[in-house]
């Protein structure tokens, strides 16, 4: 099965991340796994100091495996590796119905545009990258052509990502596999 991958993107104080909680929360309601990338632009940490495996990290470890019985986790320190490709990520992750995907805005999957009146840059990305197969915004906003969505219209994104990459409501991988 070809992985189903869609984005949001914006300038800062867009709304994406609130779109995106939201998508993965109205998806999942309707029976669909959902598994969520985001880009940072700046440096983060999971971990803390005094705890175990910061310190592994702090000693050198390149990989970090934490395990519990409610979630695992694998952290990877690049110490001199430059920052993988988005390819690279996506081998790492499981098998889900649909990727949402915060950010990389030079991704060459379909994204959605999120738009606010809130943010301090206005110009619209829709003009650059040809990607962008929709517009979510608050406010007024010009969409050129693309569809258009008011940003809390949640139920209408979803059913229009779903309908662009292909995915049925209620559908997983092995609902998938079994119907080809």
Not at 80 to 90: F, G, M, N, Q, T
Not at 93 to 122: N, W, Y
Request: charged letters at 25%; a negative charge; proline letters at 5%.
């Amino acid at each position: 099965m070809t992985q189903r991958i869609f984005g949001v993107i914006g300038w800062k104080n867009s709304g994406k991340t609130t779109l995106m909680a939201q998508l993965v929360e109205e998806f999942t309601r309707r029976g669909i796994t959902v598994s969520a990338l985001k880009h940072a632009h700046h440096s983060f940490d999971i971990d803390h100091p005094g705890r175990d495996s910061y310190r592994f990290r702090e000693a050198g470890a390149r990989q970090v495996a934490l395990v519990s019985p409610k979630r695992w986790a694998i952290m990877h320190e690049l110490r001199d590796e430059e920052k993988p490709p988005l390819e690279e990520v996506l081998a790492h992750l499981g098998p889900c119905d649909i990727l949402l995907v915060e950010g990389f805005k030079g991704g060459a999957f379909p994204k959605i545009e999120a738009r606010s009146e809130r943010s301090l840059t206005q110009a619209p990305l829709s003009d650059d990258d040809p990607h962008i197969v929709a517009i979510a915004y608050d406010g007024e906003t010009q969409t050129n052509g693309l569809p258009g969505f008011d940003i809390n219209d949640i139920a209408g994104i979803a059913d229009f990502i779903a309908g662009h990459v292909g995915l049925r409501s209620g559908a997983t991988e092995e609902n998938d596999a079994q119907a080809s």
